[in-house]
């Protein structure tokens, strides 16, 4: 079946930090590949997706790049913020609209 | 983008007593909603698709019975818990998508947070 696997977290980073948050899939077919935000107490949030490979999603300063070769959906932001702090999901839709998702990346910008 | 709501977003019950838990889609329909389990820090689990105007489809290995699903209308799907355990304490969470389609966005609910004393 269909799985997703994102990097252990938490992550801890000094705001204006690079930061990748890795995410490789395993589908059949062609799947759509998200990436899910969020923040304490609160449901998710879509921050971005793509669609079919070599697609770039990209929303708030994030991008990620749908790597069918590689199988991977890695989560990029040039320079974070404190408020970025939050868990990530990376997840992936292989038909039907039901979503696997990976187990969440906590992610802690430090000021 | 499209909003979808829940209610309650907290609840606290005793043990042995049914919780239901609202999901609407507020600007669209959805003929299909989905409920998520969310234990702490950890991941979503699928544990049940919402097909208005039909039975649910579980996923594996989540009671039918104990979980009970209506999809009464395009805009909305309740999710029962009943007879509630402290086991069953978790943060539930729903999702709709507008279209049908491979690719389409799910726009998920802000949660319920259900706690079984």
Known sequence: GDSVTQMEGPVTLSEEAFLTINCTYTATGYPSLFWYVQYPGEGLQLLLKATKADDKGSNKGFEATYRKETTSFHLEKGSVQVSDSAVYFCALDGGYQKVTFGTGTKLQVIP | GAVVSQHP??????????????????????????????????????????????????????????????????????????????????????????GTGVGETQYFGPGTRLLVL
């Open chain 2, 9 to 98: 977003s907290r609840v606290i019950c005793k043990s042995g007593t049914s919780v239901k838990i609202e999901c609407r889609s507020l600007d669209f329909q959805a003929t299909t909603m989905f409920w998520y389990r969310q234990f702490p820090k950890q991941s979503l689990m699928l544990m049940a698709t919402s097909n208005e105007g039909s039975k649910a489809t579980y996923e594996q290995g989540v009671e039918k019975d104990k979980f009970l699903i209506n999809h009464a209308s395009l805009t909305l799907s309740t999710l029962t818990v009943t007879s509630a355990h402290p086991e069953d304490s978790s943060f539930y969470i729903c999702s709709a998508g507008e």
